[in-house]
């Protein structure tokens, strides 16, 4: 198992592919480039068992976040490697200046922590498990609860 700092980046494909969905797809939001990266038969699974298939499903998830936060921005923090299997941790960061998931914009900041499991295959994302708490998410954008357990 190897980390970043220990192979040059045209050594590692997974991690490569990683960080150009990253940086293109979501910071730039540059789904025209999505089906160059994502597998056709993609499968993710996010927080609460969240399943989508598919470039398209993943396509509207993204975009709600994007819709919901107009500076949403995901910075690697750190990330390793064994062949084409990724982790990575992340920090999601965003104002909620929009409609996300139903919820009107409270021009709240967040910024989560999140776990990214992903496997590349022929040098695209073939499947991720992403994990992040929910309820900090919710905490942030003043829906869920404080420190104390009182609702925020």
Not at 38 to 58: A, F, I, K, S, T
Not at 100 to 114: C, L, N, Q, S, W
Not at 116 to 143: H, W
């Amino acid at each position: 198992m190897n980390t970043t700092s220990d192979i040059s980046p045209s050594e590692h494909t997974g991690i490569t592919v990683v960080r150009r969905f990253v940086d293109e797809i979501l910071n730039a939001g540059r789904f025209d480039v999505l089906t160059e990266i994502v597998h056709p038969d993609y499968r993710y699974e996010g927080p609460g068992g969240e399943r989508l298939d598919g470039p398209d499903e993943l396509a509207l998830l993204l975009a709600g976040y994007r819709a919901g936060f107009s500076d949403f921005h995901v910075s690697i923090t750190s990330e390793i490697h064994d062949g084409d299997r990724v982790a990575a941790t992340m920090t999601m960061t965003g104002t909620h200046d929009g409609e996300f998931d139903g919820v009107p914009p409270t021009g709240r900041r967040i910024d989560i922590p999140v776990a990214v499991f992903s496997t590349v295959a022929g040098g695209m994302i073939v499947e991720e498990r992403e994990f992040y708490d929910t309820g900090t998410l919710l905490t942030q954008l003043g829906l869920g609860h404080d420190e104390s357990g009182r609702a925020s």
